[in-house]
Antibody, heavy 124, light 106 residues
Framework: QVTLKESGPVLVKPTETLTLTCTVSGFSFSNAKMGVSWIRQPPGKALEWLGNIFSNDEKLYSTFLKSRLTISKDTSKSQVVLTMTNMDPVDTATYYC????????????????WGQGTMVTVSS | IVMTQSPATLSVSPGDRATLSCRASQSVSSNLAWYQQKPGQAPRLLIYGASTRATGFPARFSASGSGTEFTLTISSLQSEDFALYYCQQYNDWPLTFGGGTKVEIE
């Protein structure tokens, strides 16, 4: 059974850098192709896709946040890491990591397994 | 691509039919997904490919559409169906979600 779990700080100050970790269980990045996305949801608002990373280290970022985002992975730990610089109160949100669907080896950019989410508040 | 969902809130009685709409600002072909989200929970994939139901959802959920106009129908609402529903396009980058439709008990 594949599970994902986000972890990281609950509170960050404006201008600081946020680092969140997504730990994947039940699947090995090194054995097969797998993709993970980061998605966020401000309180009471809609979902926003941030970026993807695949097991072959292929990455793609949201155009709007590309300059502030870095997504990386540690295959040995089965972890995907999101780094977002220059945090602002508008970045206050629940941050999710989610698995990208693959059907018979074809990538379908939808998300079938989600972490529980981690709420991050940006405030001084 | 901007995804617009309507209505923002849909008040329905249990057992009634609910019809949710999602409109794309440009064609997304059939690269459209729907998610269900309940309070305090992560979204759950409901539909992909505009009409393919994901694992675990009953047949009372159906979806249709292509291009710019999409519909999610819940044929006979059960208590567990009252939730937020989001559409998402994956035809072009960046991936984008609609603003959501809240299905509430009338």
């Amino acid at each position: 059974q594949v599970t994902l779990k986000e972890s990281g700080p609950v509170l960050v100050k404006p201008t600081e850098t946020l680092t969140l970790t997504c730990t994947v269980s039940g699947f090995s990045f090194s054995n097969a192709k797998m993709g993970v996305s980061w998605i966020r949801q401000p309180p009471g608002k809609a979902l926003e896709w941030l970026g993807n990373i695949f097991s072959n280290d292929e990455k793609l970022y949201s155009t709007f946040l590309k300059s502030r985002l870095t997504i990386s992975k540690d295959t040995s730990k089965s972890q995907v890491v999101l780094t977002m610089t220059n945090m602002d109160p508008v970045d206050t949100a629940t941050y999710y990591c989610a698995r990208i669907v693959m059907v018979q080896g074809i990538i379908i950019y939808v998300f079938d397994i989600w972490g529980q989410g981690t709420m991050v508040t940006v405030s001084s | 691509i901007v995804m617009t969902q309507s209505p923002a809130t849909l008040s329905v009685s249990p057992g009634d039919r609910a019809t949710l709409s999602c409109r794309a600002s440009q064609s997304v072909s059939s690269n459209l997904a729907w998610y269900q989200q309940k309070p305090g929970q992560a979204p759950r994939l409901l539909i992909y490919g505009a009409s393919t139901r994901a694992t675990g959802f009953p047949a009372r959920f159906s979806a249709s559409g292509s291009g710019t106009e999409f519909t999610l129908t819940i044929s006979s609402l059960q208590s567990e169906d009252f939730a937020l529903y989001y559409c998402q396009q994956y035809n072009d980058w960046p991936l984008t979600f609609g603003g959501g439709t809240k299905v509430e008990i009338e």
